[in-house]
């Protein structure tokens, strides 16, 4: 595939990509320094490099990025296939091989994975929706709107209400995540805990404090995510890598060495004939 | 012995240490390197530029290195050596109870040697931990629920064979349970630090004790929570305590949490040796202070006597060390060795 034929389409994809997080952090991917790579063709198709901070990090939360970037780079109308491909990662064929033939996660992973991942996505959904709410309530708080006035609105008033550049932003990240704490329609409360049930003004400030705990531990490991990810390829900030080339020697020569699952069968045998070890 | 400034004595049991071996003739496959890799990167990512380490330090520090970097260089008055066996990855184990023990054997009053067992081994891992119980008298185990083994994808403290690894363990007088509730593989498709069973156990098994290490990060909203209902669930500070000088504002709002909802008297230090060294690591939390604003916001102080706790009388309270007497000890073996 011809590469760097057409940077007005990377930029597009660029754009798209931008719009996946990873869902523990709840940060576009793009931010993270996670996409290492965008080509495109100029029959239509697009791949993607990408690359997380541990060769750990868990299969779960890596498919579930993959997935992601591939439906977020289909929404531009002239994209014809894409391909996403990981690098130096114990699960990189399983993912990249569920990438290239569209399977879902429990058929890429097979007997390694009981489930799919509609629970994780819920999950770390919820998550993100406290966070987003804990910084929309702080900003609303801080331009001087009163807890009454802010647990009083519904969201056609939430929509309507003026606010700077930053309060849209945070606005707008919150609305994203509010249908995954029930009712959403225009008429609904605007600020509701997880479970759907409205805030009361006095239970607020426990209601942020359970928040903030969320927010601190997400802050905390994207935090630890990002200085892996620097420690890991040698960068000093992965914010101004975001777009670099991938690492030399990046992809992990499979031929070499067995796959983690190849391996972790053919040590069922070795485990089976040896005493236990513990 | 952490002497503070005004000259208080403050004895340090350093909750979580390892004597590994990651040299490369010990990798078994790129998993190995892989796995040494990742801790290396945890270690130079989070430790003052001062106190890194070049990578074959790392990879095989050897035992002399680590009486120095916690007992001499360090403030260590004793230390609890927590197995990973990792024999998938590492020919020789990456950092058996064996291994661990060379270490307990040169310094009997400096350790103390902790074992492991996997529910998974069946009845024939129950012979082996009592044959780990009487070899070493272990009084406590490390287990890693998300270790993967042929089919299994991790286990749970409330599977049925767990149960009975834990009623033996109470048997055994193995009443310390250090439960590795951080970062981790797999399993593959769920949370894979849900902390949830800790709580099943905890109720079951009132005379044991929990001790979370890495006290559930990065699920510190979960844990706290569990914790906060059972007396006996503790939180091990090893990975969290690093912040402190990368990040010292989110390790203020963590030690702030954990202080409101599990309080001083139930959380352990450890410097996860050879990540870190608990030099630099407790000259900084002796050192540091809570936020006017955390303070307010939790009403939660971290004071003197919350160090001390944190730094050593908790651990000693589990593991029935008397400090005033391991003292003397450790004090009349130092001037015993000076003298020849």
């Known amino acids: 595939m011809a590469a760097q034929q057409l940077p007005g389409r990377e930029d597009e994809i660029r754009a798209l990509l931008a719009t996946v997080s990873d869902p523990e952090l709840d940060e576009p991917v793009t931010e993270l320094g996670f996409v290492t790579a965008i080509r495109v063709s100029a029959e239509g198709d697009v791949e993607i490099g990408f690359r997380l901070p541990t060769y750990w990090c868990a299969a779960n939360f890596a498919f579930m990025m993959a997935e992601d970037m591939r439906a977020a780079a289909f929404g531009a109308a002239w994209v014809r296939g894409v391909r996403v491909v990981l690098d130096e990662h114990m699960y990189a064929e399983a993912v990249n091989r569920g990438m290239a033939e569209g399977l879902s996660f429990r058929e890429a992973f097979g007997a390694e994975a009981n489930d799919d991942l509609a629970e994780v996505r819920r999950i770390f959904t919820m998550k993100a929706f406290q966070r987003r709410q804990l910084a929309l309530i702080e900003h609303l708080r801080a331009a001087g709107v009163d807890a009454e006035s802010i647990l009083g609105l519904d969201l056609a008033s939430l929509r309507r209400m003026p606010l700077d550049a930053g309060g849209d932003l945070l606005r707008a990240r919150y609305l994203e995540k509010r249908a995954i704490a029930g009712a959403a329609g225009l008429a609904d409360p605007a600020f509701v805990d997880g479970k759907g049930e409205p805030i009361a003004v006095d239970g607020l400030a426990a209601h942020l404090r359970a928040c903030r705990r969320v927010a601190v531990n997400g802050e905390f490991n994207g935090a630890l995510c990002r200085g892996l990810l620097a420690a890991r390829y040698g960068e000093d900030s992965c914010r101004a890598a975001g777009m670099s080339e991938p690492a030399p020697g990046g992809v992990m020569d499979s031929s070499r060495e067995p796959s983690f699952v190849d391996f972790l069968r053919a040590a069922v045998h070795e485990r089976a004939a040896a005493v236990p070890q513990r | ?340």
């Open chain 2, 1 to 340: 012995m952490y002497k503070t400034a005004s000259g208080e004595e403050i004895f340090v049991i350093d909750g979580h240490t390892h004597m590994w071996d990651a040299a490369p003739d010990n990798h078994k496959n790129i998993h190995g390197k892989q796995f040494i890799d990742c801790f290396y990167a945890y270690h130079t990512n989070l430790s003052p530029a001062e106190n890194r380490w070049p990578k074959d330090k790392f990879e095989n520090y050897g035992p002399e290195a680590m009486y120095h970097d916690l007992f001499v260089d360090g403030y260590d008055d004793m230390a609890i050596l927590q197995p990973t066996y990792l024999k998938d990855f590492y020919t020789r184990g990456f950092n058996t109870t064996e291994q661990n023990a060379v270490m307990k054997q040169r310094h009997p009053d400096r350790f103390i040697l902790n074992g492991a067992f996997d529910p998974r081994d069946g009845e024939g891992g129950l012979e082996a931990l009592s044959a780990l119980a009487e070899t070493f008298k272990i009084k406590g185990v490390k287990l890693y629920t998300a270790e993967w083994k042929g089919e299994s994808k991790g286990w749970k403290l409330t599977d049925p064979w767990a149960q009975r690894y834990l009623e033996h363990c109470e048997k055994l007088g193995i009443v310390n349970i250090h439960v590795h509730k951080g970062p981790t593989i797999i399993p593959l498709n769920r949370d894979a630090f849900d902390v949830a069973d800790i709580d099943d156990a905890a109720t079951s098994f009132p005379n044991l004790n929990f001790i979370v290490e890495h006290c559930g990060l990065p699920r510190l909203d979960d844990f706290c929570w569990i914790a906060t209902q059972e007396s006996n669930v503790y939180g091990g500070l090893a990975v969290a305590l690093p912040f402190i000088h990368t990040r010292p504002g989110y390790f203020a709002h963590v030690i702030s949490e954990l202080l409101f909802w599990i309080g001083p008297d139930k959380l352990l230090f450890g410097s996860d040796y050879g990540i870190w060294t608990p030099r630099w690591l407790i000259d900084k939390f002796m050192a540091f202070e809570l936020p006017d604003e955390v303070k307010r916001e939790t009403g939660v102080d971290l004071t003197l006597e919350a160090k001390r706790k944190i730094l050593g009388l908790n651990a000693a309270r589990l593991y029935g060390i008397d400090v005033a007497a391991q003292r003397k000890k450790l004090a009349a073996s130092a001037s015993r060795v000076a003298a020849e």
